[in-house]
């Protein structure tokens, strides 16, 4: 029987297809390390297999399996650049650092490929992203989107699309326009969770899993961590816990709000199918984004039906059917295989939170979206910063993070009205 994670509803097209997925022990005992790692997706593995590859002594703890968040269950896609767009991080902080951000993405992008290719990960790559528009009136801001990023952010690999081209490249006429970029693309994320806990293990890293970690507290100059069935005490301690954070830390749960999105995946549509035929992966200028892609067996994962909070959806099937028949009518009836979902971070701007929330602390999340390039990188990031090189993740650190408003009561209601408000704005 497929893997039930449980702490994401549905099962997933991905455990179906990843092949063997190792298990590795619980924590059983206390021990000592240089760095502790609270978290089993990608930023946490990657942490501890860069900073294994350097000689560190790690130890990860992850409450339930590796990748049972929205790590191993997610949408797939790379984007280019941050989750907020190149040109509002200029508009905010000025061109200089607008780059520099935009140049880090874009080394993530490399660098994850390059991982996978180095350390004979198979992730499923396909090249190709489009983003289109689902409103005429923001056709403009492709156009000049586009532009941008060739001219001003030297990113030759985004191109303007008409509405004639989009449909024949989307095989649907449901938008008005949008882009194309060559320069990025889609990977199988849960093939990327098992390689990068292999290789983290291979390098001598101390992996746990079913260890939920209890506390985590300072004492003397060192960071202690507790579970139900030992303690790791340690110089250093990254928390890669993003949307699970709960009540572990508060500055982190105060900054990161999870919201849950689902995917259906059909059975394999056919060589002849009209649908994506160039094998992009898509997402729509919704605020309550659809994406979706047809991975190299044929089938199309199709997301797009967000939640606020951490209740379950009824039925994942009914609500991915309706949104993918109406861009595809002539699918209304095909088979849906698997529905899943996963909670992904979010924070107010849609810019990561990376903060050091005590001595010797530092929580990394909320990439809101852009996570299967970005938190792999800040991984490698903050293996750099216990190496003794904080400047990079130091462009991450500096960036500015409202805490949600309402506090621990009020925050989910008022992100649940917010949130819908701006979901209505998409039907207008």
Not at 24 to 49: H, K, M, N, Q, W
Not at 90 to 97: K, M, N, P
Not at 354 to 370: D, F, K, L, Q
Request: net charge neutral.
């Amino acid at each position: 029987m497929t893997y039930q994670s449980p702490i994401s509803p549905g099962y997933s097209w991905y455990e179906d297809t990843a092949g063997p997925r190792p298990e590795y022990p619980s924590l059983d005992g206390d021990r000592t390390c240089e760095v502790v790692i609270v978290g089993g997706g990608f930023t946490g593995l990657s942490a501890a297999a860069h900073l294994a590859k350097t000689g560190a002594n790690v130890v990860l703890l992850e409450a339930y399996r590796f990748g049972d968040g929205a790590s191993g269950r997610n949408g797939g896609q790379f984007g280019t650049g941050q989750r907020a767009g190149a040109e509002e991080l200029e508009a905010e902080y000025g061109f200089t650092r607008a780059k520099a951000l935009f140049d880090l993405a874009e080394e993530a992008k490399a660098h994850l490929l390059e991982f996978a290719s180095v350390n004979k990960i198979d992730i499923d790559f396909r090249p190709g992203h489009m983003n289109v528009a689902h409103k005429k009136r923001e056709l403009p801001e492709f156009l000049e989107h586009a532009e941008a990023m060739t001219t001003r952010f030297n990113y030759p690999h985004m191109k303007y699309m008409d509405a004639a081209e989009t449909a024949e490249r989307l095989g649907s006429t449901q938008y008005y326009g949008g882009v194309r970029d060559t320069g990025t693309g889609h990977i199988h994320p849960l093939k990327l969770v098992i390689g990068t806990a292999r290789v983290a293990a291979e390098a001598g890293a101390q992996l746990f899993e079913n260890s939920r970690v209890t506390g985590v507290r300072t004492n003397g100059g060192k960071v202690v961590v507790s579970t139900a069935r030992g303690t790791v005490t340690a110089q250093k301690c990254l928390l890669a816990i993003d949307a699970y954070s709960g009540d572990l830390e508060k500055s982190t749960a105060s900054h990161i709000m999870p919201i849950g999105s689902f995917i259906g995946a059909t059975v394999p549509l056919g060589d002849d199918s009209p649908v994506l035929p160039g094998g992009e992966s898509v997402s729509d200028s919704r605020f309550v984004v659809r994406y979706f892609r047809r991975v190299k067996t044929g089938e199309l994962l199709f997301g797009g039906r967000e939640i606020y909070g951490v209740k379950d959806p009824k039925d994942i099937h009914i609500h991915i059917r309706r949104q993918i028949t109406e861009l595809y009518p002539d699918l209304k009836d095909i088979e849906i295989t698997h529905g899943w979902g996963g909670y992904v971070g979010i924070t107010m701007p849609r810019k990561p939170f990376v903060r050091e929330v005590m001595p010797n602390v530092i929580s990394a999340g909320g990439y809101s979206g852009h996570g299967v390039m970005l938190s792999n990188f800040v991984g490698k990031l903050y293996a750099e910063t216990v190496a003794g090189n904080r400047d990079r993740l130091k462009l991450f650190e500096e960036l500015k993070i409202p805490a949600f408003p309402g506090g621990t009561r009020f925050r989910s209601p008022l992100l649940f009205l917010a949130l819908n408000w701006f979901a209505l704005r998409d039907r207008i």
